[in-house]
């Protein structure tokens, strides 16, 4: 009776000791919680295109916030039943689990035994480590929980805010991340393994470690059966299904380089806050457009890369002899040299003039032989220069084509950038500002300063309509040095090495005439030149007050083209490129929204609507006849217009235009200028990337009609203002001495 009153005693101290303990040592030092009455979860800025497409994403955290309304209940079931079954019929703690659980501890075998709620204390508000005292308290804020929030509002918090691996939070997030899936829209065997996942989100992730994922879905699913969430059929049909896991998160549009120009718009106005406050961005960009211009482009400089020769492998390793080092080493190099977008990175294991074996990352091994070796010829000769040769452990790069058939390729030095602008409101449609955004992440559409060269000349033209010209006033295309008894420090002659003697200014551009531009700049005036361009948007600090600026020795960007082309195409206004369409904050509030006129208001206006007229016919003749006819030719139809420009030594080669109110410019160039070679112009390297992203944005578009503003008159084809059709203007140049004068300057 003793030994049961002095066990008795013990037991009452003991159970008094841990009751003041945990009321007045533990209970006092207990967190608020506030972060669960008022959750804010951390939610990453996403972008979107103009039709909802899903473009960039930025945050520490993939996290989607979905109201429990909104979670489908087979999610909910396949959670409950692995994690807590009774978690409706609780108050946070699950007595008897609770008892294994601290039992379990402090025997030295921790196991689970934790509710939903108690999961939600712990991941809120305590660490992860395994002790009687954190399990304490784990337990009074689990009660304190219950009585703050229903339960509903505590499953809602669990499920939003779980991590389940890849940097993901949240169930929704998650079934995006594995699934490329709406949480929504995912199947009985698709929950179950997302709810398999937060015991061990290393061990369970389905992308890192798929059998493993397989099986802690099995036990979900038999739980599910076990508790009726699931019949018989539904259980054996989930079971077989197959599961198709995406290893990375999909984004649905190739749009890095939008992606980064929303960010660092949106972090200028909210700093730190940008990557985690769930802030929505729809941009003006559209998918379909905006895709076709990246394939394009990276299509085309991959053209253009093969057309001027292998420059052989990227580097080398020596291989090890033994087969398992062999294998590490192959894996531990190839992750210094990541693929891009189908340019796949590879280590040579075996090599013959007829076949090439290769290892890639995956662990997979390709075969490349016939036409897949053809760029490769001369580095798979015997007597190929060392640097350039094919042997075994050189890094290649490879691609797949359709049928699955391997073949060498490799990635190019050069690179390229493609914009497209709504002419009529400035709105971005398309941006590509370069090959390959991980690779290179400058942005060549807005950073990009290079010379125009002759895609400058549209302007210097239309500086000459001002001044009296017309489309068919002739001009000597003959070298300065031949009209002038001078010395000339500068003799500026045709690219083609042709002169034409006299001829109309409308055939001029269409044949890029050097001489001939720099005669018209020289008539009108250079200073008056550099001055009419700032009409357009150029900056005027960028080009010469010298008669070089005809041929276009200044510097632009690829959106300042686009921008000046579009004054032409929408009849002579000059709009603001503008992106952003709507932002959203993580409750569906409207912060900003656009309100961006659909055609351009008259006080926009910087050019006469006669003079946009004629210099809109005049490029209608360069795509018609001209350097850019392969426009016409290729897209079969009337209403383009533009011009092509290839820089002194082709350093850099363009083409900018328009076919109703869309208006683009394609660019390509090596980062450190030179040569992109003798035989390249911008109708070689520049246009066909025009062509093939324009293709797409006009197809099923109706060709353009444009309006013929008052007092302008059509005289054998060509439009002139209606004053000088009896002999008014300039109707020559530098042809004889003299023959015409200018009209005052105006």
């Given amino acids: 009776m003793k030994w049961l009153l002095a066990i008795a005693a013990a037991l009452t101290v003991f159970v008094l000791s841990m009751l003041a303990y945990v009321y007045l040592v533990l209970a006092p030092g207990l967190p608020e919680l506030t972060a669960v009455t008022d959750y804010k979860p951390k939610i990453p800025l996403r972008i979107y295109t103009a039709d909802n497409t899903l473009i960039g994403e930025f945050g520490e955290e993939h996290r989607d916030f979905v109201p429990i309304a909104q979670i489908p209940d087979v999610m909910k079931r396949a959670l409950l039943s692995i994690e807590d079954a009774r978690f409706y019929e609780h108050h946070g703690v699950d007595y008897i689990g609770m008892t294994r659980a601290v039992v379990s501890t402090a025997t030295g075998d921790p196991q689970g035994g934790g509710t939903i709620t108690m999961q939600v ?60 899936k709406s949480l929504k829209d995912i199947s009985i065997a698709e929950a179950a393994m997302l709810a398999g996942i937060p015991k061990n989100p290393a061990r369970h992730n389905p992308a890192v470690n798929f059998e493993r994922a397989k099986q802690r879905q099995g036990l979900v699913l038999q739980s599910m059966l076990r508790h009726g969430d699931i019949s ?22 190739h749009a890095a380089f939008v992606a980064e120009m929303v960010r660092q718009s949106i972090y200028a106005q909210f700093k730190e806050e940008t990557y985690t406050m769930g802030l929505k961005v729809i941009t003006t960009i559209d998918r379909d457009e905006q895709d076709a211009a990246y394939e394009s482009l990276r299509r085309n400089v991959l053209t253009y890369d093969q057309r001027h020769g292998y420059r052989g492998p990227e580097a080398f390793i020596e291989l090890p002899t033994r ?8 894996d531990e190099f190839l992750q210094k040299y990541p693929s891009s977008e189908g340019l796949v990175s590879a280590v040579v294991t075996s090599v013959s003039p007829k076949l090439i074996k290769a290892d890639l990352a995956t662990g997979e091994s390709v075969e490349i032989t016939g036409e897949g070796l053809r760029l490769a010829t001369a ?17 290649i790069r490879v691609m797949q084509d359709s049928k699955g058939r391997w073949s060498i390729t490799q990635t190019p030095e050069v690179d390229a950038a493609y914009v497209s602008l709504n002419a ?33 000349k549209p302007f210097i033209y239309s500086a000459a309509i001002e001044k009296g010209f017309s489309p068919d006033t002739l001009i000597n295309d003959v070298p300065l040095s031949q009209t002038t008894e001078e010395e000339l420090k500068w003799d500026p002659r045709n690219d083609d090495g042709k002169y034409d003697g006299p001829i109309e200014l409308q055939r001029a551009l269409a044949q890029s005439k050097n001489v001939v531009a720099v005669r018209v700049l020289k008539a009108v005036g ?27 020795t200044g510097s632009v960007t690829p959106l300042q083209m686009a921008g000046a082309y579009a004054v032409f195409a929408n009849g002579g206004y000059q709009v603001k490129p503008w992106l952003i369409h709507k932002v959203i904050d993580a409750k569906g509030t409207v912060l900003f929204q656009a309100n961006v006129p659909a055609l351009p208001t008259e006080d926009l206006r910087v050019l006469d609507s006669r003079n ?22 290729k897209l079969g ?6 011009k092509t420009g290839t820089t002194s030594d082709a350093v850099d080669g363009w083409f900018a235009g328009y076919a109703g109110n869309i208006v683009a410019v394609s660019w390509m160039g090596f980062d450190e200028p030179k040569s992109l070679g003798g035989r390249e112009f911008g109708a070689t390297v520049a246009l066909p990337i025009w062509i093939d992203a324009m293709r797409h944005a006009l197809n099923g578009k109706p060709e353009f009609v444009r309006a013929v503003p008052e007092n302008l008159v059509n005289v054998n084809g060509k439009w002139m203002y209606a004053e000088y059709e009896n002999g008014g203007g300039v109707k020559t140049l530098d042809i004889t001495e003299p023959l015409t004068t200018l009209p005052p300057e105006q």
């Fill in 637 to 642: 139809r009337r209403d383009l217009a533009g």
């Fill in 424 to 456: 009529n409101d400035g709105a971005y449609r398309a941006l590509v500002g370069g090959f390959d955004f991980n690779r290179k992440k400058f942005n060549h559409v807005t950073s990009g300063w290079r010379q125009p060269g002759s895609a400058i």
């Fill in 612 to 633: 946009a007229f004629v210099v809109d016919s005049m490029m209608r003749e360069v795509v018609r006849s001209g350097t850019g006819a392969s426009a016409s030719q």
């Fill in 121 to 180: 204390a712990r991941n809120f508000f305590l660490t992860r480590e395994r002790t009687i005292t954190r399990k304490l308290r784990e337990i009074m804020l689990a009660r304190r929980i219950e009585d703050a929030l229903t339960k509903d509002q505590i499953l809602e918090l669990y499920m939003n805010q779980i991590y389940l691996g890849q940097r993901t939070h949240g169930f929704a997030s998650a079934a995006r991340t594995y699934f490329n």
């Fill in 232 to 253: 018989q059929s539904q259980y054996e049909i989930a079971s077989k299904e197959r599961i198709q896991v995406t290893k990375v998160p999909q984004f649905e549009s």
């Fill in 526 to 552: 250079a200073g008056y030149g550099r001055d009419y361009l700032t009409r357009f948007g150029f900056d005027q600090n960028k080009h010469p007050i010298n008669l070089t600026l005809a041929l276009g």
């Fill in 379 to 395: 580095a798979l000769q015997s007597k190929a220069n060392r640097d350039l040769k094919i042997r075994e452990g050189a890094l």
């Fill in 323 to 330: 087969e398992d080092l062999r294998d590490d080493a192959i």
